[in-house]
């Protein structure tokens, strides 16, 4: 069975930082592409960044480009997102979603909350 648990989400100030984790079980963790994706009230669900399955290769949403980095470590099964110089803007639900690189197939987390507020 498959599991994907963020943590580290809360509520931070403006300017602030917090750092997400993704904790992957039941799936070959260095097979599959990683990513941060978030959603705010209202919206739609949109890609933050993603990593490549060796951590070789990243790509970031416009907006967080410079102000957040994604990283992955394959020995624990583990994403993290690192975000700094945070903006109420940044407000929404973090996921994290896992995709297998041959097949597609996917699967989600549960989600942590991130609200930047003064």
């Known amino acids: 069975q498959v599991q994907l648990v963020e943590s580290g989400g809360g509520l931070v100030q403006p300017g602030g930082s917090l750092r997400l984790s993704c904790a992957a079980s039941?799936?070959?963790?260095?097979?599959?592409?990683m990513s941060w994706y978030r959603q705010a009230p209202g919206k739609e669900r949109e890609l933050v960044a993603y990593?490549?399955?060796?951590?070789?290769?990243?790509n970031y949403a416009p907006s967080v480009k410079g102000r957040f980095t994604i990283s992955r470590d394959n020995a624990k099964n583990t994403m993290y997102l690192q975000m700094n110089s945070l903006k109420p803007e940044d407000t929404a639900a973090y996921y994290c979603?896992?995709?297998?690189?041959?097949?597609?197939?996917?699967?989600w987390g549960q989600g942590t909350q991130v609200t930047v507020s003064s």
């Open positions: 979603n896992a995709r297998q690189v041959y097949t597609g197939t996917y699967y």
């Open positions: 039941g799936l070959t963790f260095s097979m599959y592409v």
């Open positions: 990593i490549t399955s060796a951590g070789g290769s990243t």
